[in-house]
C-alpha cells in the first residue's frame, strides 16, 4: 500500500532532523567538547608535572632539579662515585677535548650551593661551555642528602664532619688527578654559599695543595660550630673568634693561605656582604710573619653592557693579585651570569666562572 503523503513528509523531516543532529553534534565538538577535553588533558598534564617536581624537590633536596649533562660540541662528561662504599657520593667531571697526558690542563673544583646537586650547578654555571672554551677540566663534586637534608656542604661543623667532607673532597681531587690528564700543581676551587663557605675550608686546610680558592656568596669558615651560630654569621653578626684563628695559624704551620677571590652580590638578605670583608681581613691576618707586604689597589668600577656593575678591590704582591673581592651592585643571593630559569642564578650579573678563571689565571692558576 503506498505511502500516504503525510508518511513522507514525516520521513523527509525525520531526516533533515538526523542531519542537523549530526551537525550540531560535530559543531558542539568542534567548538566545544574537544577543547574543553583537551584543556583538560593539558592541565592535568602540566599538574602531574608540577607533583613530578615537587615530589623530585622533596625527595632530593634540589630546588631546581635538571636532567643529568650532556655531551654537546667538544668535550665529554663523565659520572662516578667515591668515598666509602656504605654512603658514596657522586660526582661528575667534564674534560674539554684536546687533554691528554702530554698536554694536561689545569682543574676548577666546583662545589654547589644548598638546594643543588652536581647537575643542576654545571647548568647554573654553564660549567661545560665556559671549561671548553677555556681549556680546563672542571669536577663537580655531589653532597648528599643524608650528609645534609638541603645538600649543603656542611662548613658550620669544622670540626669533626666539616673535616671529614674536607678531606673526602681532597681524596676525590686526587682520584681526578690519577684518572684524567690534570696538571696536579694548577688546581682551583670555587664555591657557592655553603660551597664557597666549603672551598675557603679547602684551602686553609690543604694550602699547598691549590693554586687558589674562590667563594661565591659563601660565609667565612670557622664563624660558626652550630646551626644557631652559622645563622648569625651568614647575617655578618658573628666570626672566627680568637681561638679560632690560633688554631689556624697552627694548621697552617708558616704556610700562606692561597690567593683568595670573594664575589658577592651587595643586595644579599641570605648571605651578607660583610662576609666576604670578613673573609679578606680573615686572610690578611693568617699571612706568615716573614710573608712580603700587600698593597691594596685603587678600586675599579666596571661595568660591560647591560650586566650589573661591579667593583673590583685587588691587595696584590708586587703585580700579582692576592685577594680579590668583587662586589657586584644589586645581586642577591645567587650566581652572578647564571643561566635562565634555575635557582639561585641571576642571569644579569656578570659572568662569575669567567671572573673566576681570570683571577685563578692571573695568580699562575
Not at 667531571?93 to 697526558?101: C, D, R, S
Amino acid at each position: 500500500m503506498p505511502r500516504s503523503s503525510g508518511a513522507k513528509l514525516w520521513s523527509t523531516l525525520n531526516k533533515a532532523a538526523a542531519r542537523n543532529a549530526r551537525r550540531l553534534q560535530r559543531a558542539v565538538n568542534q567548538n566545544l567538547t574537544r577543547p574543553m577535553t583537551e584543556a583538560i588533558v593539558r592541565n592535568a598534564v602540566k599538574q602531574s608535572a608540577a607533583v613530578t617536581a615537587a615530589t623530585q624537590r622533596a625527595l632530593s633536596g634540589v630546588v631546581s632539579p635538571v636532567q643529568a649533562p650532556q655531551n654537546r660540541g667538544s668535550g665529554r662528561w663523565e659520572e662516578g662515585a667515591w668515598g666509602a662504599p656504605v654512603a658514596p657520593r657522586r660526582y661528575r667531571i667534564f674534560v674539554p677535548a684536546g687533554v691528554t697526558a702530554s698536554r694536561r690542563a689545569p682543574m676548577l673544583v666546583l662545589l654547589h650551593g644548598c638546594g643543588q646537586d652536581a647537575a643542576s650547578f654545571a647548568a647554573v654555571t654553564r660549567a661545560a661551555a665556559v671549561a671548553r672554551e677555556a681549556g680546563w677540566v672542571v669536577l663537580l663534586p655531589e653532597q648528599t642528602s643524608q650528609a645534609n637534608a638541603q645538600r649543603c656542604w656542611n662548613w658550620f661543623r669544622p670540626g669533626a664532619q666539616g673535616g671529614v667532607e674536607a678531606g673526602l673532597l681532597m681524596a676525590l681531587i686526587d682520584q681526578a688527578c690519577r684518572g684524567h690528564p690534570v696538571a696536579a700543581d694548577r688546581i682551583s676551587v670555587l664555591g657557592l654559599s655553603a660551597g664557597g663557605a666549603m672551598a675557603l675550608m679547602l684551602g686553609l686546610r690543604y694550602p699547598g695543595r691549590f693554586a687558589a680558592v674562590g667563594s661565591h656568596s659563601g660565609a667565612v669558615p670557622w664563624s660558626a660550630s652550630n646551626a644557631a651560630q652559622a645563622a648569625r654569621a651568614m647575617r655578618g653578626g658573628h666570626g672566627p673568634d680568637a681561638k679560632a684563628m690560633q688554631a689556624l695559624r697552627f694548621g697552617l704551620a708558616g704556610r700562606r693561605p692561597p690567593p683568595l677571590l670573594l664575589l658577592h652580590g651587595d643586595a644579599d638578605h641570605v648571605v651578607d656582604f660583610s662576609n666576604a670583608t670578613a673573609a679578606a681581613g680573615m686572610w690578611m691576618h693568617l699571612q706568615p710573619e716573614d710573608a712580603h707586604a700587600l698593597s691594596a689597589a685603587p678600586a675599579r668600577r666596571i661595568q660591560r653592557g647591560m650586566r650589573r656593575a661591579m667593583d673590583v678591590f685587588d691587595w696584590a704582591e708586587g703585580k700579582s693579585p692576592y685577594v680579590r673581592l668583587v662586589r657586584i651592585e644589586g645581586l642577591g643571593h645567587a650566581w652572578s651570569g647564571g643561566a635562565g630559569g634555575q635557582a639561585f642564578s641571576d642571569p644579569a650579573g656578570p659572568d662569575g666562572l669567567k671572573l673566576a678563571l681570570r683571577f685563578f689565571l692571573e695568580v699562575g692558576g
